[in-house]
């Protein structure tokens, strides 16, 4: 069986299971956030449940809408501290600890071979460390904290070979960016993506996240890569001790795609669909308004840091907003400690608290009619970040912080890289 | 499934639309913790700024392929039911859309084929039960495959809630656990 297929079967009790068989299983964890958090409890009250079916395999985070920007946005705040007292849920993290799908696996909740469930698409990400993880609406979110179960329909899978070593200035979101123009915004629809191949062995976990983070841009239920010992070390790191987990050898998938890294371009995908994906070259030289470094997708260390390796020592273009979102409190830390920040910061960059920041569309960061972003986000949709006549291009640290620097889309890999040494 | 569902029929007008038809065309991010009603008023006003006020109950959106995809908001098909929209026919809808929709009770219906058979206000008739989509103008239909029974049984309950609310009665009447969804 596939990862898909061994974890489902796993949590419906099955032997085995198929792909197109519909399975009821039981979920391992499931995560709320502030925007769908207050629906969900008023669903769960309104069918006439009172308690959660396992308070300890429930996490609530407030980061869709931090520092609540409006009085209704505290008032769902509000409301949802009330929730949480009263189901008396043990692991709430408050507004400014950080993005749902950061804060999971940094705290060590996700492990290999978990099914996971959350209130929010990108739920995918945590398909990094071996998890079946996926995004649900809210009201089949308050069926699963009553009941601990869900229906699920098992995927067929694709397997997905990397290969290669990316060049300087390329990274992975190059490579899933690639992927979606490849296949398409649907050609994963309803299937899981399984991750495989020589180039996973130098591949962090970080990596993994941005690349699972984004399967769902696909289509995709699941995005999974195998826990090796890059992923047991990671929990281990976090106190957890965890045994590697993959596919049987013998499992079947649908169809095999292999992405050579080493022939990779930096990719932009263009407004307003993820899987309009250019070369740079394509889309150099326009000019951009604002700069996003952040997000779910592409806001962790290694992320700023790449970042910082083109604007430390120098500025941002004046006629460009540079704004940086840590994907969480620890992110924030880490790269203060280590300078990565403060040389964001001296280049001209807007911090943002650690959460979505403007990505979902929200706030902090918004775009008026005609203006132009590049940002290291997953979506571009018209709309997605305030006005729909706005244009989003979504593409790597790297891309972006160049771009940037010369206040129009600029290929990374023509720009000498700045004052490494000054990171700690 | 009942046969009040299978032989559930939709009819209204047509509103066509292209491929990849957004949550956040249907329910823009920057108005996410707003009321329904002021959040409706924005469906998808970015590509066709009538919907929202012009559209009836019962009509049908028509759309192309990859309807829906995008967040897990689940009030991006709630928008769509609020408006008295029908039913959604596309060639393909995004995964976490159709199970919002089965949810909380909106009917779908996964058709190839039928945006060519339509134009923007023909009137046209959704056979749920037989997955058939009807031009009420041309008399062209067209078929689609119908939802696996799971999911048809789902909508037929009107989502989800009314199994969670069986569920918390038979808990209170202390007939123990039973599974709606069963397996």
């Given at each position: 069986m596939t990862m898909a297929e061994k974890i489902l079967a796993r949590a419906a009790g099955r032997e085995e299971v198929a792909p197109g068989e519909f399975v009821v299983a039981s979920v391992d964890l499931a995560m709320v956030h502030d925007i769908f958090a207050t629906r969900v409890f008023s669903l769960l009250r309104s069918a006439g449940f009172r308690r959660v079916w396992d308070r300890t395999r429930v996490v609530a985070v407030i980061d869709h809408l931090v520092p609540a920007p409006t009085a209704a946005a505290a008032a769902v705040h509000q409301q949802m501290r009330r929730d949480v007292a009263e189901f008396a849920l043990t692991r709430f993290y408050d507004a400014g600890t950080g993005i749902c799908h950061q804060l999971l696996p940094e705290r060590g909740y996700v492990h290999p071979g978990m099914l996971l469930v959350g209130t929010d698409s990108h739920t995918t990400t945590h398909g990094a460390l071996g998890a079946a993880a996926t995004g649900i609406g809210t009201t089949e979110m308050a069926y699963v904290l009553a009941t601990g179960r869900l229906w699920f329909r098992v995927p067929e899978t694709i397997r997905v070979v990397l290969t290669g070593a990316p060049a300087s200035g390329v990274g992975w979101k190059d490579a899933i960016l690639h992927l979606a123009g490849r296949i398409?915004?649907?050609?994963?629809q309803y299937r899981a993506l399984e991750f495989a191949g020589p180039a996973l062995a130098g591949m962090g976990v970080g990596g993994r996240m941005t690349v699972a983070n984004m399967a769902v841009e696909l289509g995709a239920k699941f995005g999974i890569f195998p826990a090796d010992a890059v992923a047991v070390d990671y929990l281990a790191e976090r106190g957890v001790e965890v045994l590697p987990f993959g596919p049987d050898p013998d499992a079947l998938y649908q169809e095999t795609l292999t992405v050579d890294l080493s022939d990779l371009e930096p990719q932009v995908a263009l407004p307003?669909?993820?899987?309009?994906v250019r070369p740079v070259s394509a889309v150099a030289h326009l000019p951009v308004d604002q700069a996003f470094i952040g997000s779910c997708t592409n806001g962790r260390v290694e992320d700023l840091e790449e970042a910082a390796r083109y604007l430390a020592g120098r500025h941002v273009h004046p006629n460009t907003r540079l704004i940086v979102a840590p994907a969480s409190r620890a992110v924030e830390q880490e790269a203060m400690e280590r300078g990565i920040l403060p040389a964001l910061l001296l280049a001209g960059a807007l911090l943002l608290p650690p959460g979505c920041g403007p990505c979902f569309g929200g706030h902090q960061g918004l775009l008026a009619p005609g203006e132009r972003c590049i940002g290291t986000h997953n979506r571009n949709f018209?709309?997605?970040?305030?006005?729909?006549?706005a244009e989003i291009y979504l593409a790597s640290p790297a891309t972006v912080a160049a771009s940037a620097l010369y206040g129009r889309i600029t290929d990374p890999r023509t720009v000498e890289r700045s004052v490494g040494h000054v990171l700690r | 499934m009942s046969s009040a569902e299978a032989s559930h029929v939709v009819r209204g007008r047509a509103w066509v639309f292209g491929d990849d038809i957004s949550t956040d065309l249907l329910d823009p991010g920057q108005y996410a913790i707003a009321p329904l009603q002021e959040r409706v008023r924005h469906t998808l006003e970015a590509v066709d700024p009538r919907f929202a006020s012009q559209v009836r109950p019962g009509d049908v959106l028509v759309a192309g392929r990859n309807f829906g995809c995008g967040s897990s908001r689940e009030t991006a098909a709630e928008a769509l039911r609020s408006l008295g929209v029908g039913c959604v026919v596309a060639e393909s809808l995004a995964r976490i859309f159709l199970r919002n929709a089965v949810a909380i009770g909106l009917p779908v219906l996964v058709c190839p084929g039928a945006r060519e058979t339509v134009r923007e206000g023909d009137p046209v008739e959704v056979d749920l039960g037989s997955a058939r989509v009807t031009n009420l103008r041309t008399g062209r239909a067209v078929r689609g495959s119908p939802l696996p029974p799971l999911m048809r049984e789902i909508l037929a309950a009107g989502g989800m809630l009314p199994l969670l609310r069986r569920l918390a009665a038979e808990a209170a009447e202390g007939r123990g656990w039973v599974d709606d969804l069963g397996s």
């Open positions: 398409g915004s649907d050609g994963a307003h669909a993820v899987d309009r018209a709309g997605r970040m305030g006005s729909p006549q | -």
